[in-house]
């Protein structure tokens, strides 16, 4: 079955709801409810999240790490970790983790193509954060989340299609999930009912092109990419453009980034994504 066999096949069990898709869990839609009714708070939300082991633990290391504690003192329990991230921030962890979590998937070559996926989500997260505080184009919250969900389409091929990506040999696979992973990321963020932004980003990310969306997440998210690639880490599931300097690449110039912004993503990076690495790698 080749990419058009397979995009159709998809497709067809998105119409008739036969696409085993990643789900999130309750628990975030419950949260998702609770961050936008102005009458609930912190409190409402730890309850709903503690129902869940695996989101519970690993919003309390998260909350502890480097990345998001900010020098102040340790949390040692869930209502202490979500006030101090605040609702909606919350909202988006939860929704990063869940986007990573893969328990339906048995092969384990495929959870090694999601294994690495995830990696991937965390680099970009991490530089998309740090990129974003420095040019104060995107919320670096809204940045992290993007960083984590600008791929979760190859999830939602692996998922829908888990039968017939395994009897792909894997640079088959490769070009399949490269070739799907846009259409496919968006009409899950869709299902999912994430903000528009997120979906323009997953579908349209990677891609100059007359229709794409002007829109400083999608540049943001593109020029991270390019400065890791530039760096020497491979893009799974991307490709950038050859023989052009980083600052001429367009969404660099929409942004605004420069030399001074690059250097201080990649010390960023060399320091911040280990340790987000290994919580995420406890996840099923």
């Not at 790490?65 to 909606?88: D, K, T, V």
């Not at 960023?268 to 290994?278: F, K, R, S, T």
Request: overall charge negative; some cysteine; proline content about 4%.
């Amino acid at each position: 079955m080749d990419a058009f066999q397979l995009a159709e096949e998809i497709r067809l069990r998105f119409r008739q709801g036969d696409a085993k898709l990643p789900v999130l869990p309750e628990a975030v839609m419950e949260v998702r409810k609770i961050v936008n009714d102005e009458n609930k708070g912190a409190g409402d939300i730890a309850r709903v999240v503690a129902k869940d082991s695996t989101l519970s633990t690993t919003v309390l290391r998260i909350a502890n790490s480097a990345r998001f504690r900010a020098g102040g003192a340790e949390i040692r329990n869930l209502p202490m970790a979500i006030q101090r991230l605040g609702g909606r921030r919350t909202l988006q962890l939860l929704t990063a983790i869940s986007s990573q979590v893969h328990l339906a998937v048995k092969n384990k070559q495929l959870q090694g193509v999601l294994r690495d996926s995830t990696r991937h989500a965390l680099l970009v997260a991490t530089a998309a954060q740090h990129l974003a505080r420095l040019t104060r184009t995107v919320d670096p919250e809204e940045a992290f989340l993007g960083g984590m969900l600008f791929d979760v389409g190859v999830s939602a091929i692996i998922c829908a299609v888990p039968d017939e990506i395994i009897k792909c040999a894997p640079e088959e696979q490769k070009v399949i999930l490269k070739q799907l992973h846009r259409e496919m990321g968006g009409r899950l963020l869709t299902y999912w009912d994430m903000p528009d932004a997120f979906i323009a980003l997953a579908s349209h990310h990677g891609v100059e092109a007359d229709d794409r969306p002007r829109e400083n997440l999608i540049d943001l998210i593109d020029a991270v990419q390019f400065m890791l690639d530039s760096s020497g880490h491979s893009l799974p599931f991307d490709d950038v453009p050859e023989g052009i300097d980083a600052l001429h690449y367009p969404p660099m110039r929409r942004l605004n980034v420069n030399e001074t912004h690059l250097a201080a993503v990649e010390v960023e990076l060399e320091d911040g994504v280990a340790e987000l690495e290994q919580i995420f790698s406890q996840l099923g």
